[in-house]
């Protein structure tokens, strides 16, 4: 494992920027340094997956990433261009709800491995989740909830986007508190879940394979 | 053969004695009002028709009534903990959702700068742009009345309450801890590069701040009648700190406060009851030293999502233990999940005493009052005493 992921699968925030500005003034290709920070990330994930890093720790791990790549961004525009993103993702948490604990650690996640990420904020109507998802076009919609009044507007706004014709086109992930606790095969999305790193890694794969299936 | 006062029962509990059965608390908050078609507004303002309300559903109530300090927050322009106008979604609808919505909490990174809040004091730097405008359309009379009128109105309510029905308060005063107030106030991002980054300074409000809560909350179950009014004299201090702490940062950052608080208050002569959500099983090892030094039947651990059966092995014989009905199941759920899983809580939790059985957090106000009911028939029912 290089230093770079090493010093972030330690939460070494300073050993980190110390070992992004070592690797850049030996010329490293700072899409390389994105790529090895991201395996630091992805072993900060693998350790929460096995309950050996607590959420606090996933946070801290994607903040050292964040101001990583505020180091690596400018230096990727220079040398390449754009800093591209491999898919976007809308997020919100759903109307009546104002808890958004869980949809913001995922959307920092998502970030962190290069999804762009619209962000509608809390407490979001059908109508404007609906309006995103058809002005922005993402492969992905993510609602959040904690509370037990939110489940229904979970279906309600999958049920308006089956309306708008727009359904078809965009996976749905829920996640919150709440979805842990009830049936889920009463909820009209495709996934579910309390996991912010699981749902986040699936959003993922869902990505990747919209890709794939779009190559000629 | 039931033998005991629903106060009895309770304070039995706290001594981790056998009781006449299980006491049963359900967390009812805004639901007794929902059922009697009040209005938000009117739970909120109006605390005669919210204890008509708790009478006229005096069946859902169980061995103690949560007479909602919270509400009194609420309505504070003080900055107080964490529940006050500051951190709310300070819109006081009429409606419950869909059409309105239940005063909810949320995450406003105000604190900017820790030692500007330390030279300028909480409250006042609570008094700053960041608010919500709409604080400012209030005048000093009504500043003046929710601050103490108020408290006293609402007070001599649940009084009336208590003595009418032999039904305890679960609670007297309410308050936070230090790390729940930055999660509010710094917001849990910024709190948690805190901890890594300046962790002085969480330590430095932390040990600052816990003091002004716990003050706080004694002088709130003072005017509930605590030493008078039966159940006003126990502390309920949430929320158990911000999701997502490891050991580490539990017992670097939320352990030293929470005992501290705990100890203050025991040693003033008052009970409590710590209400902590999330799941703390990794933490109780921790938390069995929490009735360390002091008088034994002061504490009751009220736990959301720890696993209650690891709780009772942990703690029992230090501390009482208190939960844990999912809300999801008191709304979505049928009686006979709810009597299932009630049954399954005493059997694991409440031999030799020392055991609340409850909800989850609060009971929520769209819960089916007939899984309130189960829980409660549950408490007789599946009664090992």
Not at chain 1, 178 to 195: F, H, M, P, R
């Amino acid at each position: 494992m290089g230093k770079l992921a090493g010093a972030l699968l330690a939460l070494d925030k300073k050993a980190a920027l110390a070992a992004t500005e070592e690797a850049l003034q030996s010329g490293t290709d700072p899409l390389a340094l994105v790529d090895e920070a991201r395996v630091g990330l992805a072993q900060v994930g693998e350790k929460y997956d096995s309950g050996e890093f607590f959420l606090m720790e996933l946070m801290r791990a994607a903040q050292i990433f964040q101001a990583i790549a505020q180091v690596l961004n400018p230096k990727i525009v220079e040398a390449h261009g754009a800093v591209k993103t491999s898919g976007k993702v809308v997020l919100g948490t759903v109307a009546g709800d104002i808890h958004d604990l869980g949809k913001n650690i995922v959307k920092i996640l998502l970030e962190c491995r290069g999804i762009e990420v619209i962000d509608l904020g809390v407490d979001v109507k059908t109508a404007k989740f609906v309006e995103a998802v058809r002005v922005h076009a993402p492969q992905v919609l993510g609602m959040s909830a904690l509370l037990t009044a939110s489940v229904s507007e979970m279906n309600k706004n999958a049920e308006a986007l089956e309306a708008a014709g727009l359904r078809e086109g965009v996976k749905l992930i829920v996640g919150g508190g709440i979805v842990g606790e009830i049936d889920q095969s009463n909820l009209k999305v495709d996934y579910a879940t309390v996991d912010a790193n699981a749902g986040v890694r699936l959003i993922e794969q869902w990505i990747s394979q919209r890709s794939t299936s779009s190559q000629p | 053969m039931l033998n005991m006062t629903k106060f009895e029962r309770i304070e039995a509990a706290y001594r981790m004695e056998v009781p006449d059965r299980v006491p049963v608390a359900p967390i009812l908050n805004y639901i007794p009002g929902y059922l009697a078609g009040l209005t938000i507004q009117e739970i909120l303002t109006e605390p005669e028709k919210l204890v008509q309300a708790t009478l006229k559903h005096i069946d859902i109530i169980g061995d103690s009534i949560d007479a909602d300090q919270l509400l009194l927050d609420h309505l504070s322009m003080l900055g107080r903990g964490g529940w006050d106008q500051v951190t709310l979604d300070w819109r006081i609808f009429d409606d419950f959702p869909p059409k309105g919505n239940i005063p909810n909490l949320y995450e406003k990174p105000i604190i900017e700068n820790y030692d500007d809040v330390f030279e300028r004091g909480f409250a006042p730097y609570m008094f700053n742009r960041k608010l919500e405008n709409k604080i400012w359309e209030r005048s000093i009379d009504d500043f003046l009345y929710y601050q103490h009128e108020y408290r006293e109105r609402y007070a001599l309510a649940w009084r009336g309450f208590v003595e009418q029905t032999g039904i305890p308060l679960l609670k007297g005063g309410r308050a936070c801890h230090p790390l729940d107030l930055l999660q509010y106030y710094r917001g849990i991002f910024n709190l948690t590069m805190d901890i890594y980054e300046c962790p002085g300074k969480v330590h430095e409000f932390c040990e600052w701040m816990y003091q002004y809560e716990a003050l706080h909350a004694m002088d709130i179950a003072m005017t509930f009648g605590a030493g008078e009014v039966p159940g006003a004299d126990t502390i309920f201090f949430y929320n158990g700190g911000p999701p997502g702490m490891s050991p580490e940062i539990y017992d670097e950052f939320y352990w030293p406060y929470a005992k501290k608080m705990n100890d203050l208050w025991v040693t003033r002569g008052f009970k409590v009851w710590n209400h902590w959500d999330n799941d703390h099983t990794p933490f109780l090892e921790t938390i069995k030293h929490v009735a360390d030094g002091l008088p034994k039947g002061k504490i009751v651990m009220d736990f959301e999502k720890t696993d209650m059966k690891k709780a009772k092995q942990v703690l029992g014989g230090t501390v009482t233990i208190y939960g844990n009905v999912p809300s999801a199941m008191l709304v979505y759920g049928t009686p006979e999940d709810v009597d299932a899983y009630c049954k399954q809580l005493i059997t694991d939790c409440a031999q030799g005493g020392g055991f609340i059985l409850g909800s989850e957090c609060e009971v929520p106000w769209d819960s089916n009052p007939e899984n309130i009911r189960a829980m409660l028939r549950a408490a007789e029912k599946y009664n090992p005493y």
